[in-house]
């Protein structure tokens, strides 16, 4: 069973990983490298020069399974981490070498694969997975450190235990699980938190002791490790979207009913150093409260699959957009999204809206072209909708009148700074180049106040407390920067 240590091994390796690697029922013989925090396999074949003078058609079995567009799913077992599995392969480059002098030639395939799975055969445990733990380092500001406990010389209950161990200076105890599991809406999956620790040695630094919090999640019967990752993103979810921040978990490992586990090492897309290791003042609820986490757990897993969607959207943003201009725009849509369920209602009843489409049609027909009665008919019918200006303004409106922070005023003229932009850089509203380039200039400012007030929405729409939301504001690594800089710069 692969234990954090190991994943954090695996990751470090600064040599290439030789072995012989299996797809499509052959094999060849193959080194796998870090490279800019990115695994490249390299296969290596030989063969003479009758078969590399038509190479790209050549009946090699390597080739014919690994020839683009195929994305091969590629084993290999190494001695201490098990077998190493590379899923969907894509072939992206070929470097060849001649010997001239025996009459062959070496090709070299270049491999990215889009994930790195360590541990049992994947195939060994597909379908059979009941439990997957994730260990992280840097997540001690959400959780605490559950389980974790300081022991004093002087307490009496613990004389035994200090003179055990030759009177030492103080004792740090590592529990298992102590929380009660914690459901997972209905959908019948538990969760619980508990500290391990992680001893690592360091030629510089010594020895260093960390502790590591885990979350267990417990399937309700056998299932698929790609069911056991969804829940498991949702999670990851929760933390993103109240430190806004993207993370991903440093390591998953999903464990079947029989002996057999495997461990996520590496996913194309996801960078596990991007989160930093947040304070409790840096993360707008406070987790480490066992009701608060049993309510957000409930609530985030019965949400409805709109109100899901725009927290995907959200997080999204989050993950894969550095640029303001694109956070902006997504974390906009995100809040449409979130509006369509949460905005104000329909202003007028939808029989009333089906009979004055049917006047207008009927006014219209025959003296117009049927395209453009359509298009009127159409225009009238979204007219009932309210536009994402007054949605956002409803939305934040409630947080704000709730938690005293700030006038309904204030809420009108931020939803119309953020609708008035967002149609500029969006639809290009307007011809002037002077407000187009006024709107780029304050976007990414924008697009992190956009963040804060999401989360202060989400927060609110399941009534959880945020006793220091102003601290947050100000302390926060991506929300803090959405504030003006003269407000900032009187901080120091």
């Known amino acids: 069973m692969s234990k954090f240590s190991d994943a954090i091994t695996f990751r470090s390796l600064t040599r290439p990983l030789m072995t012989l690697w299996s797809v499509g029922g052959t094999q060849a013989f193959g080194s796998l490298v870090w490279m800019d925090d990115k695994p490249i396999l390299t296969l290596f074949i030989e063969v003479g020069e009758e078969v590399a003078h038509n190479f790209d058609n050549a009946k090699i079995p390597v080739l014919e399974a690994t020839r683009p567009p195929i994305q091969a799913t590629i084993s290999g077992t190494v001695r201490k981490f098990g077998t190493v599995t590379l899923e969907q392969c894509a072939r992206y480059n070929v470097r060849t070498s001649h010997n001239t002098r025996a009459g062959r030639v070496i090709y070299e395939l270049d491999f990215l694969p889009s994930a790195v799975w360590m541990g049992a055969p994947t195939e060994a445990v597909e379908g059979r997975i009941m439990s997957v733990v994730a260990s992280d380092s840097r997540l001690a500001g959400f959780f605490s450190a559950p389980g974790l406990r300081t022991y004093d010389s002087f307490a009496p209950e613990t004389n035994a235990v200090f003179d055990a161990l030759g009177q030492p200076e103080k004792i740090w105890a590592v529990h298992g699980p102590l929380q009660h599991e914690i459901p997972l809406g209905e959908t019948g999956w538990l969760l619980n938190l508990y500290t391990d620790s992680l001893s690592t040695t360091s030629a510089t630094e010594g020895h260093i002791l960390r502790s590591t919090v885990n979350i267990g999640l417990h399937a309700p019967k056998l299932t698929s490790v790609s069911e056991a990752s969804v829940q498991l993103a949702r999670i990851a979810e929760i933390i993103s979207t109240f430190s806004i921040e993207p993370f991903t978990f440093q390591f998953e490992r999903y464990d079947s009913d029989g002996l057999e586990s495997v461990t996520l090492i590496w996913r194309l897309g996801e960078n596990r150093a991007l989160f930093q290791s947040p304070m409790r003042h840096q993360i707008l609820v406070d987790f480490s409260n066992a009701e608060t986490l049993r309510s957000v757990c409930k609530q985030w897993f019965l949400a409805s699959p709109t109100i899901s969607l725009s927290r995907w959207l959200f997080v999204r943003a989050l993950r894969e957009t550095e640029d303001g201009l694109a956070r902006f725009v997504s974390v906009a849509q995100a809040f449409e999204v979130l509006g369509r369920e949460l905005g104000p209602h329909d202003s007028m009843p939808r029989s009333r809206l089906r009979e004055a489409v049917g006047l207008i049609q009927d006014a219209l027909k025959g003296k117009f072209e049927e395209k453009f009665v359509e298009r009127v008919a159409g225009l009238a019918q979204s007219s009932n909708k309210s536009s994402f200006r007054d949605v956002l303004n409803y939305m934040l409106s409630m947080p704000v009148e709730r938690l005293k922070l700030g006038s309904g005023e204030e809420v009108g003229k931020l939803c119309k700074l953020v609708s008035d932009t967002r149609n500029a850089v969006v639809h290009m509203t307007d011809n002037d180049k002077g407000k187009l380039n006024a709107a780029f200039s304050q976007i990414n400012k924008l697009s992190l ?25 100000f302390n926060n690594r991506n929300a803090r920067h959405g504030l003006p800089n003269e407000l900032l710069e009187r901080q120091y």
Do not use: K, N, S, T
Request: glycine residues 4%.
């Open 449 to 473: 106040q956009l963040c804060f007030w999401y989360a202060v929405c989400q927060a609110d729409h399941m009534r959880l407390e945020m006793p220091d939301i102003g601290v947050f504001l």
